[in-house]
């Protein structure tokens, strides 16, 4: 709740223009891109500047009330959804790329630039920054840090985490901080860029970063090889790394994804095979040609049934087609989409696949899976019904034993999609109750009074799912 | 308050729950929005905000109040949001909806009832009093009293942007002309296709010169032409603006026009009507006497360039004078219609012209119907946007697709003063090559 007085204060401080409390312009900040979340804030607060957020957690703090950071709400674990109310600040005001510094190769912006203008911008000097989540065109970077986003460049490159040098950050009380620098080395104290990165707003508001960048790349390949059993694609994608390439992109589609993707793009897929993998290779063009016969070769000699080099830049965009419209065309199946990220060790790729198809026939519910199979972060897809209450359990159940599979397997509950609301009951199976002590006790000790994105990362009872509203 | 009541079931009764639990919130549709571009990345003013606003009314979360409805009056409905939408929500259908039920619902004040009532009963669906307010326009514009009105500076008393419009109105046929239509016309060459032309009521009137030229370029790609007398305005200014039921009798008017004609196809050259009438098939969708016979006419309806195409018309080897030329998207033949390509194969067919795409082609330039008259604000800061655009490319000639769109460019055109910039229909420009090709041949022809 927020009185009236402490609405007059937050006004002082960002102007009435900046605070929303309309019931309209609450309902809009009161969810994100994960299904069946929903929460109304209290009130939405676009700050001009970090002074002002400094000001607007004090306030925070002092009063109890929660603080949702949000970007564009793209998220897939309910990190955004204000479940517990409170304010929700956004960073309309705040999203101007600073500097781009040429000589340190480091690139400096506030939280609300969007990841593809910051990409563009630095493209446009011939500079590189990876990681490209598939929200890129829409979230933010101030999205990205708090989540920690991967994407498809991530097994060459990295993720967000890489690329993150230095942050400013308020925390719960309003002191401003600054961690990291334009530095290679920096061993002055406890490492807490890394800390922040990924911590899902629960430790502070990230209010400006500056982030790494690499030369570009000078050239791009892309191909498609077709398998006829899931063995030879998991053994293809093992071989291609034990012979020591690192491709860009090492992606894979399973049968049932490729059916459905078939189905609405037909482009002469064929459905039979029962897996895809899409890979490509940046780099020098001598080591790229070099790398794609390879990587050719290996996927042949692995029983690959197809395998497509393109030839041009419509070509590969043509292959890139079935992987990208994955999404679309299980989107299109049902109204609700759940779409989990169960990592693994790449070694591990099949089993986890396999063990995923027989949960699927065990609850009898469709479970597609495509994902970045270099990396072993794969995206079991779900298309069902929130208004079918017994499917959705039977869903819930299956994701549950995916989670267990995944961790008995070496992997863990998430590789990119954040623990937030959606996945904090399981997040002991993974970490343990040590573990979650360990991390309460950083919480605790950064905020006390547990205003910051509440309700998240730690759920207040395990395994039990939260489901919100109907 | 009990007319929120009121709205809030019609909501409940009307509302698609299936289309609005579609919406699985990914946000896809946001940096394509450009209200919620312009707005500061306002979400209320994106489709996934007015989708939310919309499923909280059916569930009973808020009330449909001021900031609901000013979320949905924003709209421009270009619908760019569907085309990249993971899962196919029909977002232009939900807001029709949505605006049908607040309008039917709303006491609107009485000057707006009066204009409201004026243009979507008493003119837009009568074909006669379209053409006499025409021949209004062109006595003011040809009788000196334009000369007049603008020397003692009587247009000062409109709102700048509507005074800017009145200045980029085109040259209007006489009253004479306007009842002089054709309703047959033959091929001139070998005849390859029948077809049967939409005439529209703006397109038949204020732009006479764009239904000319298109029907003259369908004879030359070998097209015997039918223009139906009966037909009527399409319905998409009523649709757009909350008055179903009267696009409906339009449609129903229309289908009967044209359903017993036999022709390959049913020809438009506006992608606003274009898309509307591309959609009776959902508009008559609850109607068993009219869904399959709206079925049937959907399947025949086709822009004006996607049949030269089809034709053959862009491999003639047509020339213009040098030009940088640009072409912006009319949102409705791109995002409904589907047409993007073949506007622009048509364009860059022509020796002569450089094409050059410019950034954000495909977004909306602003006018958007009646939009431009009644959201100015939001309207003139799209068309800066757009304006911005086609200043980079350098481009003397701007082809759209549709008349709105035209009127809009060159509005901007005005804005900007930029004395050397055009704005065309394709067709103008198209029809301009053909001659432009036939003058260069003559001479030929006479030494040869």
Partial sequence: MITEQVKRQ???????????????????????????????????????????????????????????????????????????????????????????????????????????????????????????????????????????????????????????????????????????????????????????????????????ATLKLIPMPETKKTMLALYEDLEAAARSVSAIIANKIIPTTLEFLDQPTLQVVESFVNIGLPTDVKAVLLIEQDGPKEVVERDMEAM????????????????????????????????????????????????????????????????????????????????????????????????????????????????????????????????????????????IAAMQAIKRALDPNNIMNPGKVFAKSTRKRVVMTR | MKNEQLIQQQFQARMNEDELLNCMRCGFCLPTCPTYMESGFQESHSPRGRIALMKAVVDGLIEPDEDVERSLQLCLGCRACEPVCPSGVRYGHLLEEARDIIAQHKRYPWFVRLVRHVVFKQLFPHPKRMRMVTALIG????????????????????????????????????????????????????????????????????????????????????????????????????????????????????????????????????????AFLIEYDHLLKDDPIWAERAKSFVAKIKDVSVILVELGFHLEGWRLPEQIVTYQDSCHLRNVMKTAN????????????????????????????????????????????????????KATTIVTANPGCLLQMKLGIEREGLTNVRAVHLVELLLEAVEATKEANEPMKQTG
């Fill in chain 1, 10 to 208: 937050f006004i002082q401080i960002v102007g009435a223009q900046n605070y929303d409390d309309s019931k309209a312009g609450r309902l809009v900040y009161s969810y994100d891109a994960t299904p069946n979340f929903q929460s109304l804030p209290d009130a939405v607060i676009a700050p001009r500047n970090t002074k002002e957020v400094s000001e607007i957690a004090k306030i925070c703090n002092e009063h109890r009330i929660p603080i949702v950071p949000r970007g564009s709400g793209t998220n897939l674990c309910a990190g955004t959804c204000p479940t517990e109310g409170g304010i929700v600040i956004i960073f309309k005001h705040m999203n101007r790329i600073l500097e781009i510094d040429e000589e340190n190769l480091t690139v400096t912006v506030q939280p609300g630039v969007i990841t593809l203008d910051l990409i563009q911008a630095v493209e446009a000097k011939g500079l590189f920054y990876p990681p490209d989540p598939s929200s890129m065109k829409i979230s933010t970077i101030g999205g990205n840090i708090n989540e920690n986003s991967g994407g498809l460049r991530g097994l060459k490159y990295g993720v967000t985490r890489d690329y993150v040098m230095a942050l400013e950050v308020v925390l719960a009380n309003g002191d401003i901080i600054r961690t990291g620098g334009k530095l290679a080395k920096d061993v002055a104290g406890y490492d807490l860029t890394r800390l922040f990165v990924g911590s899902e707003g629960t430790l502070g508001i990230v209010t400006e």
């Fill in chain 1, 296 to 435: 050719a070769r290996i996927c042949r000699e692995q029983h690959a049934i197809s395998v497509q080099v393109a030839q041009t830049e419509e070509e590969a965009n043509n292959l890139r087609t079935a992987r990208r419209s994955a999404l679309s065309a299980l989107a299109r199946l049902k109204p609700t989409t759940i779409l989990e990220d169960a990592t693994v060790p790449r070694s591990q790729i099949a089993n986890m696949v396999k063990a995923i198809n027989d949960i699927a026939k065990k609850y009898n519910v469709n479970i597609c899976t495509f994902g970045h199979a270099g990396d072993g972060n794969l995206h079991p897809t779900c298309p069902t019904d929130v208004r079918d209450k017994d499917e959705l359990h039977r869903v819930e159940q299956a994701f549950e034993d995916i989670f267990a599979k995944a961790i008995e397997l070496g992997g863990t509950i998430t590789g990119e999609h954040g623990v937030g609301v959606m996945k904090a009951p399981y997040l002991e199976w993974k970490l343990g109750k040590e573990g």
């Fill in chain 2, 139 to 274: 006595v003011y514009q040809r009788s000196g009293l334009q000369t007049l009105v603008r020397k003692l500076g009587l247009l000062r008393v409109l709102p700048n942007h509507l005074a800017m419009m009145e200045n980029v109105l085109p040259n209007v046929p006489t009253w004479k002309q306007m009842n002089e239509r054709p309703t047959h016309i033959e091929a001139e060459t070998k005849r390859k296709k029948r077809v049967a032309f939409f005439s529209g009521c703006l397109m038949d009137t204020m732009f006479m010169d764009i239904n000319d030229a298109t029907m003259k370029l369908l004879q030359l790609a070998g097209c015997d032409i039918v223009i139906p007398q009966a037909q009527t305005c399409c319905g998409a200014l009523h649709g757009h603006s909350g008055e179903k039921a009267d696009a409906k009798t339009l449609a129903k008017q229309n289908i009967e026009a044209f359903e017993r004609l036999d022709v390959d196809y049913i020809v438009t050259n506006a992608g606003g009507c274009g």
């Fill in chain 2, 342 to 393: 073949e506007p622009r194969l048509l364009l860059q067919s022509i020796s002569g012209v450089e094409f050059r795409e410019m950034k954000d082609a495909d977004r909306c330039c602003g006018s958007a119907g009646i939009y431009n008259i009644i959201e100015p604000d939001m309207s003139m800061q799209v068309l800066d946007y757009k304006m911005a655009q086609v200043k980079q490319t």
